[in-house]
């Protein structure tokens, strides 16, 4: 019994000795350490040793070296996107009185052209609703779709496809936090995303045009935009917007002189709105911004057509 208790004590002493070891190793270098480098030192320790008294402490350090630095990345897009805001900000709004008078022109003007874009569906509410407007008015848009959304509703997915409407990959989840750690992270969300709409609408499908959850706007989205180049995309941004995700009471006037503001007087428009089921106040606001660049003479094309 004595011998079998000195053995058992030496056994215990050992491991302690040996996780407490790794345990400071990897807290003496987690700042050159990579997430994967420290997930493989701590398979290979289970692997030796089927009970780690340490695994709790080894788990929340890597799990709070990756929130850290998902926090970092989330602030910087946050900081350099409200930087973006401003600038499209101007300080006297305009006011629009109805009903609203502009000038006919005499014949639509060559070189004016809108791209309405849809980003973060499809919904089950409001993209029909959407879809059933551009079929009124004859125009076809683009939608920047999620492979989660597309999952949830695909029947309102092949209706917009099967409506004529341009397909971009918007990513599958829109997980800032995740998509943006790093360019591996974002290229994989890319692809499944690019998965989901082809398992809906078959292997023939694909496109080759996308939009950064948040726009490309940002320093540290360089590796992602030379990455989503290199595999064959082109990404679009947008120059007006509806103001339809903007803090602040919202009502189909403000979101049309956000327009108006943020179009001001350039040819070549690609507006940004969102077809969530958050906006129907976009539904209600969308008759009246196509027909102001109806009468504007601006014709109306997709992106996957830009050529400007």
């Known amino acids: 019994m004595r011998k079998k208790m000195i053995v058992l004590s030496f056994l215990i002493l050992i491991l ?35 009970t780690n008294p340490y695994k709790v402490e080894i788990d929340n350090q890597i799990r709070q070296n990756e929130k850290e630095k998902a926090e970092l990345v989330q602030s910087e897009y946050i900081r350099e996107y409200h930087e973006y805001l401003a600038s499209l900000v101007i300080e006297e709004p305009i006011e629009i009185e109805e009903p609203i008078e502009v000038v006919e022109p005499d014949k639509p ?29 004859d125009i076809k848009a683009t939608f920047f779709v999620l492979g989660y959304m597309i999952d949830r509703n695909p029947e309102i997915f092949m209706d917009t496809y099967n409506r004529g409407h341009t397909i971009g990959n918007h990513s599958y989840s829109h997980n800032y936090g995740y998509i943006y750690y790093n360019t591996k992270n974002f290229m994989a969300d890319l692809k499944r995303a690019d998965n989901t709409m082809k398992y809906y609408l078959g292997e023939d499908f694909s496109t080759d045009i996308m939009r950064f959850p948040g726009g490309s706007h940002a320093d540290f989205k360089n590796p992602m935009k030379k990455a ?7 990404y679009f941004d947008w120059n007006s917007l509806n103001g339809d995700t903007e803090e602040g009471e919202q009502s189909v006037r403000r979101m049309f002189n956000r327009f108006v503001q943020t179009a001001g007087q350039r040819d070549v428009l690609v ?38």
């Open 16 to 50: 302690i000795f040996t996780g407490t070891a790794i345990f400071a190793n990897i807290q003496n270098h987690n700042q050159s350490f990579s997430y994967d480098e420290m997930v493989d030192v701590r398979e290979i320790y289970l692997d030796t040793i089927m």
């Open 109 to 137: 003007l060559s070189g004016k052209y809108a791209y309405l874009t849809f980003d973060d569906g499809p919904s089950k509410i409001v993209t029909p609703q959407i879809l059933d407007i551009l079929d009124e008015y």
């Open 228 to 234: 989503v180049l290199e595999a064959g995309y082109k």
């Open 271 to 308: 507006v940004l709105m969102h077809d969530t089921d958050a906006k129907q106040l976009t539904v209600n606001t969308l008759p009246l911004i196509i027909e102001f660049l109806q009468e504007k003479g601006y014709q109306f094309n997709t992106l996957d057509k830009y050529n400007h």
